[in-house]
């Protein structure tokens, strides 16, 4: 129900309390009250009898402007422009920029969905058992894209400073809930089977990230791999596997390890799910 006030003589005309106006146009007090404070929208008509502050309907249009803009994403300070010196012009040089921003966000949302289905697809593939656990595998993977860090990281220790650091380095964030963290050992400590420690943090690059002028291409070609439940604190044992294995099949190791761990802390607390991968680029020893 709205408040009729007479007006310095006038007919009766329709003014409205905060409350009833935010209501009218499903907004919160707050915002109201917050628009009047920098001078955006203010109540007309204060009664000073009373010390009550109302909005005349005249001002109704130019609410929904604001709204309508609000709702496109237009900043407060050009609205409050666009309000007080309206004309057509302007209105279409804002739509024609707001146009621009929304194909921005559009390309930024598909490139997010592009992640999640990523994701969406290395945990269904982990879940599902897509390749043996414990057992050594040879595959052939892609080539890919990483940004490295050198870091001397104990096994046992905490990664949250290291992954902070690669990730400001390389201008991407959310990386560990996307996947793409991992850890490795260089070749030359493969050789002499020091696994108690790694040398390098890693980062998987995907179309939506930044890369870096570090970015460093890692080679497609042959990989041993093995998949194992557990993360890095369980590594040891199949690095050693995987050495074993380049023994019996007279393979070299041509570069460093990459160790993902696919499902972990960050996804579940059951630790029977956590799922880590080691894969080590391989090439025939007598070739």
Same mark, same amino acid.
Request: overall charge neutral; aromatic content about 10%.
């Given at each position: ?64 402007? !604001? ?26 040089? !804002? ?20 992640? %999640?289905?990523n994701r969406i697809n290395q945990i269904i593939e982990a879940l599902n058992h897509t390749f043996p656990f414990e057992k050594v595998t040879e595959r052939t993977l892609p080539t890919r894209k990483c940004v490295f860090l050198k870091e001397n990281i104990q096994r046992e220790s905490n990664l949250e400073m290291p992954i902070r650091r690669l990730e400001n380095m390389a201008k991407v964030q959310d990386s560990i809930f996307l996947g ?37 291409? %890692? ?6 791999? !093995? ?50 991968? !080691? ?9």
């Amino acid at each position: 129900m709205h408040s009729s006030i007479i007006k310095n003589g006038d007919e009766m005309n329709s003014y409205y309390r905060i409350g009833e106006v935010a209501k009218l146009f499903s907004l919160n007090i707050r915002t109201l009250r917050y628009y009047d404070s920098i001078g955006l929208f203010c109540p007309m008509y204060q009664d000073k009898r009373t010390g009550y502050r109302y909005y005349s309907i005249n001002q109704f249009e130019e609410l929904n402007v !604001i709204r309508y803009l609000r709702k496109m994403g237009v900043p407060l300070e050009k609205i409050k422009h666009i309000v007080k010196n309206r004309n057509i012009y302007d209105i279409l040089h !804002i739509f024609e920029e707001q146009k621009t921003e929304i194909r921005k966000r559009k390309l930024e949302l598909e490139l997010i969905e592009k992640q %999640v289905d990523n994701r969406i697809n290395q945990i269904i593939e982990a879940l599902n058992h897509t390749f043996p656990f414990e057992k050594v595998t040879e595959r052939t993977l892609p080539t890919r894209k990483c940004v490295f860090l050198k870091e001397n990281i104990q096994r046992e220790s905490n990664l949250e400073m290291p992954i902070r650091r690669l990730e400001n380095m390389a201008k991407v964030q959310d990386s560990i809930f996307l996947g793409k963290i991992g850890l490795s050992i260089a070749k030359e400590n493969l050789e002499k089977e020091k696994f108690d420690f790694y040398d390098f943090i890693f980062l998987l690059l995907e179309e939506a990230d930044i890369t870096h002028e570090t970015c460093h291409t %890692v080679s497609e070609g042959r990989y041993l791999c !093995i998949r194992f439940r557990g993360t890095h604190k369980e590594a040891p044992a199949n690095y050693e596997k995987l050495i074993l294995h380049c023994r019996k099949e007279a393979l070299r190791i041509k570069d460093n390890s990459l160790e993902i761990t696919y499902v972990d802390y960050g996804l579940t607390q059951d630790a029977t799910q956590f799922v880590t991968e !080691i894969q080590i680029p391989v090439e025939n020893a007598y070739a």
